[in-house]
């Protein structure tokens, strides 16, 4: 694995709505530290080439905090409207100039190191169109669906269905795909409408997993522990 290869994308721009605090939840203090940079620290292990997608009114502060990162290429892009992940991640793929990518969610301040590196590992081992960490555990709020020979075939969102599972695969927030490919093939499925949710009216990045498995092999790695899962949507996340 090359640093050079790999462009790290953090998606930043959401209005935190479920974390009842004032200021957005990637600027939240916990252990002293803001939950951002804490993400970012794990990021800068693996490259220097690093996109976030703000939106206006966080553009200050995140520029405020970044700068005790001497040695790290920061692209700051805006998002003006909130349509979405996907919406936000296609943003940054037209500033992407490296063969691979990666996307980590903001507030995944728990995902490992280790993870990070055995996905990213993964991912070039088996010439993945797109990789990602999973772990089984209870009440999934995102869970994967497998074929009957137990490849990956969907990635479902349970805000979108009617249907609880009490137990499947969970993501960790982190993906990592190959650049080129996935650039076309999401500007691709944004212009068709195929990943806008039904009930939110975003562009959703996880429903492109399932298109995406028609040009390439999409597969997924154990994470470390239930731990590498937790995302920050409330307060009570914290731990």
């Given amino acids: 694995m090359n640093k050079k290869d790999f462009t790290f994308i953090l998606p930043a721009a959401g209005k935190s709505s ?33 996109i976030i997608i703000s939106n206006e009114k966080n553009l200050k502060e995140l520029k405020i905090n970044l700068k005790k990162y001497k040695n790290i290429k920061f692209k700051m892009l805006i998002q003006k409207q909130p349509r979405g992940m996907g919406h936000a991640i296609n943003i940054a793929m037209n500033k992407v100039k490296t063969k691979y990518c990666s996307v980590i969610w903001p507030d995944q301040i728990y995902l490992s190191t280790i993870t990070i590196k055995r996905t990213m590992d993964f991912f070039i081992k088996k010439k993945s169109i797109l990789c990602f960490p999973v772990y089984k555990k209870k009440l999934p709020y995102v869970y994967v669906l ?17 249907k609880k599972v009490k137990f499947g695969e969970s993501d960790c ?33 996880l429903k492109s997993f399932k298109f995406l498995n028609k040009f390439g092999q999409v597969t997924t790695i154990k994470a470390g522990s239930y731990k590498d899962t937790i995302g920050i949507n409330f307060l009570k996340d914290l731990i």
């Fill in 146 to 162: 497998r074929d009957k020979n137990k490849k990956f075939k969907d990635i479902i969102q349970t805000r979108e269905t009617k």
């Fill in 18 to 50: 479920r974390f009842k605090t004032k200021k957005s939840k990637i600027f939240y203090k916990h252990k002293n530290r803001i939950l951002i940079t804490r993400v970012i620290d794990k990021c800068i292990k693996f490259t220097k080439d690093i």
């Fill in 173 to 205: 927030g982190f993906f990592v795909f190959q650049s080129k490919i996935v650039r076309e093939k999401l500007r691709f499925f944004i212009k068709k409408k195929l990943l806008t949710t039904k009930k939110t009216q975003e562009i959703d990045f």
